[in-house]
T-cell receptor
């Protein structure tokens, strides 16, 4: 079955430390890949997207993600986390039918 | 540009009541979507409209109906609300063609008692 998996439900990281959020998908062909962020009580904001080409993608707020075809993964990274990065992060996949399937989300807590 | 707007922001219903969630976009996008968000489940697609005049079911359509009123507006109707429909509902829109992302509204928090 097609699916999007975010293995980590909750991650706690110290301010200034690095962050990596994992995302794996199971689709036949390489889909379009997205990371969205949701602050408490807010809608979803696009962090970055991958359609094709360079497998390392830069996004907003200092985030980047790397597409690894062999691992069916699209992990999100940030070198140095700020307190304002505390939020819920969603990986989403569009298997080229213009509809999104979402992972369950990873909640990031930033400690001072 | 207001982007994607949704009304109302909050709503409380009693079991069996009906209501319509409204969504509008001012970006001239072809496609529009309704999702529901439940804890630990991410967002799940309820219905979508690939273009004006067309609608189709998503992953969790039972208990809902939609209307693509025109290119700008896409409404979601609950005919007889159930507690299982307590959720946060998001509307999204997307330009036509490949290599585009979806843009999301601020959401409607619905509680069914």
């Amino acid at each position: 079955a097609q699916s999007v998996t975010q293995p980590d439900i909750h991650i706690t990281v110290s301010e200034g430390a690095s962050l990596e959020l994992r995302c794996n998908y199971s689709y036949g062909a390489t889909p379009y890949l997205f990371w969205y962020v949701q602050s408490p009580g807010q809608g979803l904001q696009l962090l970055l997207k991958y359609f094709s080409g360079d497998t390392l993608v830069q996004g907003i707020k200092g985030f980047e993600a790397e597409f690894k075809r062999s691992q069916s993964s699209f992990n999100l990274r940030k070198p140095s986390v700020h307190w304002s990065d505390a939020a819920e992060y969603f990986c989403a996949v569009d298997p080229n039918d213009y509809k999104l399937s979402f992972g369950a989300g990873t909640t990031v807590t930033v400690r001072a | 540009n207001a982007g994607v707007t949704q009304t109302p922001k909050f709503q409380v219903l009693k079991t069996g009541q009906s209501m319509t969630l409204q969504c509008a976009q001012d970006m001239n996008h072809n496609s529009m979507y309704w999702y529901r968000q439940d804890p630990g489940m991410g967002l799940r697609l309820i219905y979508y409209s690939a273009s004006e005049g067309t609608t189709d079911k998503g992953e969790v359509p039972n208990g809902y109906n939609v209307s693509r009123l025109n290119k700008r507006e896409f409404s979601l109707r609950l005919e007889s609300a159930a507690p299982s429909q307590t959720s946060v509902y998001f509307c999204a829109s997307r330009p036509g063609g490949p290599y585009n992302e979806q843009f999301f509204g601020p959401g409607t928090r619905l509680t069914v008692l």
